[in-house]
T-cell receptor, first 113, second 115 residues
Framework: AQTVTQSQPEMSVQEAETVTLSCTYD???????LFWYKQPPSRQMILVIR??????QNATENRFSVNFQKAAKSFSLKISDSQLGDAAMYFC??????????FGTGTRLKVLA | ETGVTQSPTHLIKTRGQQVTLRCSSQ?????VSWYQQALGQGPQFIFQ???????GRGNFPPRFSGLQFPNYSSELNVNALELDDSALYLC??????????????FGEGSRLTVL
């Protein structure tokens, strides 16, 4: 069975600094997709970044980038130039193209002014 | 473009009661998935509806059931509520079905408390 693990329940970062959130996963599939979602307090979950497993190049979206290590089954999120608005729960997620997405337990990110 | 909307936002029920949660999918989307997010946990897949049929189901008992209507809106029904059913219930809509691997568009959720 596929699993997604986030081992950091909470992280803190100083405003304008860089922080990395960790995610590992387990699957026997060779083709799959990985995501980072952001869930602000009392607001809807939104997509931060998406990575196709068949692409070796790491995805980037402005200040957000990933370090995708397929052999190690690792998928970390780097947030550069952290802003107060980045404070939220961050969830790592996986799908292999079936009907369901599998989420990790989340990392709460605090941004210190 | 109208996003995913869910109702009610908060509700309180007692053990043994039944609850219905509602979701309107984003404009142009024909697939709705429901997730349960317990406190301190990530979302867990309950089931998915496509063209008014259940397309897939997670590890949830039959007392969790759903419907999808011709306008693609959806309901989640939970019978015989238990204390462990207390959670945030998230609805996500997408367009298309087969092998979908893109973004899930979530509503803000319905927070259910069972006393």
């Amino acid at each position: 069975a596929q699993t997604v693990t986030q081992s950091q329940p909470e992280m803190s970062v100083q405003e304008a600094e860089t922080v990395t959130l960790s995610c590992t996963y387990d699957t026997s599939e060779s083709d799959y997709y990985l995501f980072w979602y952001k869930q602000p307090p009392s607001r809807q979950m939104i997509l931060v970044i998406r990575q196709e497993a068949y692409k070796q190049q790491n995805a980037t979206e402005n200040r957000f980038s990933v370090n995708f290590q397929k052999a190690a089954k690792s998928f970390s999120l780097k947030i550069s130039d952290s802003q107060l608005g980045d404070a939220a729960m961050y969830f790592c997620a996986y799908t292999s193209g079936t009907y369901k997405y599998i989420f990790g337990t989340g990392t709460r990110l605090k941004v210190l002014a | 473009e109208t996003g995913v909307t869910q109702s009610p936002t908060h509700l309180i029920k007692t053990r043994g009661q039944q609850v219905t949660l509602r979701c309107s999918s984003q404009s142009g989307h024909n697939t709705v998935s429901w997730y349960q997010q317990a406190l301190g946990q990530g979302p867990q897949f309950i089931f998915q509806y496509y063209r008014e049929e259940e397309n897939g189901r997670g590890n949830f008992p039959p007392r969790f059931s759903g419907l999808q209507f011709p306008n693609y809106s959806s309901e989640l029904n939970v019978n015989a509520l238990e204390l462990d059913d207390s959670a945030l219930y998230l609805c996500a809509s997408t367009k298309g079905l087969a092998g979908y691997t893109g973004e899930l568009f979530f509503g803000e959720g319905s927070r259910l408390t069972v006393l």
